[in-house]
């Protein structure tokens, strides 16, 4: 079964950096992107990029641009977002979730990760 | 900016009540690629409703979408308990982005 296993909590002081893993199985994972999806505390989800397995190509929300980066290893179906220079604003939880747009023009997201709470405090 | 939806909407039991999504040209009138999302709290959100209508498979038929301009609706019928949770609207916005919707807690009475 379609399985995406999240890295576990953190807890960063501002000017940090975070490193989130997501190790995904059942599936191909060069067939299928991995969305990174922030959730801040009592707020709606925020959509913060896209990356094609396939390709390696990156999509970044432009609110993070310079400070975030997202990469792959393939050979162990994992996935990694790094987001630098944290604030208090970047406390929230990080989910890494899948989408079938490269390849079967899915856009949605149909499987997740249980999330990864990133606590940003001095 | 995020999509537009009321805080909360609530109904009886079996009742059937609808949510909003309210966006722009450049995201919800923009594309027919708007999905839903239910969130139970502490859990990830899991997808209902894509491409405005569709459904995934295993997804109650309670569940139905549709799109006029740029607002996206999403209908629950027969409301239950466990329809209880937040529910986000999601939109393709061009060039490989994407906006979710503010959110809407749904009660059920």
């Known amino acids: 079964q379609v399985q995406l296993v999240q890295s576990g909590a953190e807890a960063k002081k501002p000017g940090a950096s975070v490193r989130v893993s997501c190790k995904a199985s059942?599936?191909?994972?060069?067939?299928?992107?991995i969305t990174w999806v922030r959730q801040a505390p009592g707020q709606g989800p925020e959509w913060m990029g896209w990356?094609?397995?396939?390709?390696?190509?990156?999509t970044y929300s432009q609110k993070f641009q310079g400070r975030l980066t997202m990469t792959t290893d393939t050979s162990t179906t994992t996935a990694y977002m790094d987001l630098r220079n944290l604030t208090s604003d970047d406390t929230a939880v990080y989910f890494c979730?899948?989408?079938?747009?490269?390849?079967?023009?899915?856009?949605?997201?149909?499987?997740w990760g249980q999330g990864t709470l990133v606590t940003v405090s001095s | 900016s995020a999509l537009t939806q009321a805080v909360s909407e609530s109904g009886s039991p079996g009742q059937s009540i609808t949510i909003s999504c309210t966006g722009t040209?450049?995201?919800?009138?923009?594309?027919?690629?708007v999905s839903w999302y239910q969130q139970h709290p502490g859990k990830a959100p899991k997808v209902i409703i894509y491409?405005?209508?569709k459904r995934p498979s295993g997804v109650s038929n309670r569940f139905s979408g549709s799109k006029s301009g740029n607002t996206a609706s999403l209908t629950i019928s027969g409301l239950q308990a466990e329809d209880e949770a937040d529910y986000y609207c999601?939109?393709?916005?061009?060039?490989?982005?994407?906006?979710f919707g503010t959110g809407t807690k749904v009660t059920v009475l």
């Open positions: 059942g599936y191909t994972f060069t067939s299928y992107g």
């Open positions: 491409d405005v209508t």
């Open positions: 979730a899948r989408d079938g747009v490269h390849l079967w023009l899915e856009y949605f997201f149909d499987f």
């Open positions: 999601c939109a393709f916005a061009g060039s490989g982005t994407y906006v």
């Open positions: 990356f094609n397995t396939y390709t390696g190509d990156t």
């Open positions: 040209s450049s995201d919800v009138g923009g594309y027919n690629l």
